[in-house]
C-alpha cells in the first residue's frame, strides 16, 4: 500500500490526462479461463473497475468514461443479460453510498445511453445512483450504458438538426443575396407555371412585371424581395454555420475535457463503436493483451508513464505536426 501511494505520488508531479476511458474487456473470457461462472467474471471486473476509479481519481484524473453495456449485447443470452442489469443496479448503487468510493473523490455519475432500453426497475436505481451524486462536483464517471457511438452521434445530429430548425425571432430579415436570390427562383418558378385559358392576359401580365421587378441592375443596389410573412418575417440559424464543435456540443460528453486516453483489455485492437467522435487526433489509444479482471495499478502504470513521457518530450507535439502536414500535402 505505501509503496502504491508514493507510485501515484510520483505519477502527479507530471502531466494528467484529464479524461480517460476504458473498454472493460475480457471478462468472460477470464471466466472461462478461471473454470467460473460467467456472472462471476463480471463480478471480478466491476472489482477491478474500483480499483482503477481510485487510481484514477487520486492521480487528479478527472473524467472517466466506462462502456459498461452495448446496445449489441442485448443479443448476448437472457440469463447474462438479466444478470448484468441486476449487476448495476447493486454496483451503482455501492459506487454511490455516502463515504465509499465516488463520494470520497467527488465523483458525480452520469448515464450515457439510450435509456428506453432499459427496464423501468434499472432505470429506478439508475437515477437514484445519479440523484445520489449529483451533488459531487469534483470528478466524473461517465457510465455509457447502454451505449454506441453510432447512435451517441445519431442523437447529436438530430438535435443539431432541430435546434436549426428552430427560429430565432420574427424581425424582419437583413440584407441576403443567398434569400433575394432564392425568392427570385420561388417567384419565376410561380411565373412559368401553365396558365389557364381564362387568366391568360393577366397572367402574362403579371409575369412581365415579375420580370421587370426582379431584375437586378449592377449600377443600383438591390430591391428587398417581399414575400408572405410567414416566412420573411422568420429568421432561421444559418445551416453553413454549424461546425464539429457544434455537434460535439449536441454528444452526450458535451462539456467534458477532451478525451486524452483511451484504454482496451484483452488483446483485441478496435473501438467497437465506443467514443468514435471524441477519439480525435490528440486521442492516446492504448490496446492491452491482459483482461480486465487482472487489469490494476500494475497494468496501468506504464500507459500513464507512457502518457507522460510524450506530452514532456514534445514527441506528442511532432507527430500531431507531422499528422498535420501530411494532410496538407494531400489536400493539395
Same mark, same amino acid.
Given at each position: ?40 467474471? #463480471? ?17 487528479? /484524473? ?18 447474462? /443479460? ?35 432500453? !432499459? ?11 445519479? =440523484? ?18 453510432? $447512435? ?6 438530430? $438535435?443539431? !438538426?432541430?435546434?436549426?430548425? =428552430? ?26 407555371? %401553365? ?13 412581365? =412585371? ?9 449600377? =443600383? ?5 417581399? %414575400?408572405?410573412?410567414? %416566412? ?5 440559424? $444559418? ?10 456540443? #449536441? ?21 467497437? $463503436? ?5 477519439? #480525435? ?21 506504464? !500507459?500513464?508513464?507512457? +502518457?507522460? +513521457? ?9 507527430? #500531431? ?12
Amino acid at each position: 500500500m505505501r509503496l502504491r501511494e508514493l507510485l501515484i505520488g510520483a505519477l502527479r508531479k507530471g502531466p494528467i490526462p484529464q479524461h480517460v476511458a476504458f473498454v472493460m474487456d475480457g471478462n468472460r473470457r477470464f471466466a472461462r479461463r478461471s473454470q467460473i461462472e460467467t456472472v462471476e467474471g #463480471h463480478n471480478l471486473g466491476f472489482e477491478a473497475l474500483a480499483r482503477i476509479l481510485e487510481v484514477c481519481y487520486k492521480s487528479g /484524473v478527472k473524467v472517466v468514461t466506462i462502456y459498461a453495456f452495448s446496445v449489441e449485447n442485448f443479443k448476448r443470452s437472457k440469463y447474462e /443479460v438479466d444478470a448484468l442489469m441486476d449487476m448495476a443496479k447493486v454496483k451503482l448503487s455501492q459506487l454511490s453510498q455516502h463515504g465509499d468510493l465516488l463520494d470520497r473523490y467527488g465523483a458525480s455519475i452520469r448515464i450515457l445511453g439510450q435509456r428506453e432500453l !432499459v427496464k423501468p426497475d434499472v432505470l429506478e436505481a439508475i437515477d437514484k445512483a445519479v =440523484s445520489m451524486t449529483a451533488g459531487n462536483n469534483r470528478a466524473i464517471l461517465n457510465v455509457c450504458f447502454p451505449y454506441t457511438s453510432r $447512435d451517441e452521434i445519431t442523437s447529436a445530429i438530430q $438535435d443539431t !438538426v432541430t435546434s436549426y430548425c =428552430s427560429p430565432l425571432s420574427s424581425t424582419p430579415r437583413p440584407f441576403s443575396e443567398s434569400h433575394i436570390t432564392q425568392t427570385i427562383q420561388s417567384q419565376h418558378a410561380s411565373s412559368l407555371r %401553365t396558365p389557364s385559358p381564362s387568366s391568360n392576359a393577366s397572367d402574362a401580365e403579371n409575369l412581365s =412585371s415579375a420580370s421587370s421587378s426582379t431584375t437586378l441592375n449592377g449600377d =443600383s443596389p438591390p430591391r428587398q424581395m417581399t %414575400t408572405p410573412a410567414s %416566412t420573411d418575417d422568420v429568421i432561421y440559424p $444559418d445551416p453553413e454555420a454549424i461546425t464539429p464543435e457544434t455537434i460535439a456540443s #449536441h454528444l452526450y460528453t458535451a462539456g467534458n475535457p477532451p478525451l486524452d486516453l483511451l484504454v482496451r483489455t484483452s488483446g483485441v485492437e478496435r473501438l467497437s $463503436d465506443f467514443m468514435l467522435w471524441q477519439c #480525435h487526433e490528440n486521442t492516446d489509444i492504448v490496446f492491452l493483451e491482459c483482461l480486465w479482471p487482472e487489469f490494476d495499478l500494475w497494468n496501468f502504470l506504464p !500507459v500513464l508513464v507512457e +502518457w507522460q +513521457w510524450r506530452r514532456n518530450s514534445g514527441a506528442y507535439i511532432d507527430e #500531431h505536426t507531422r499528422d498535420e502536414e501530411a494532410a496538407s500535402a494531400l489536400a493539395r
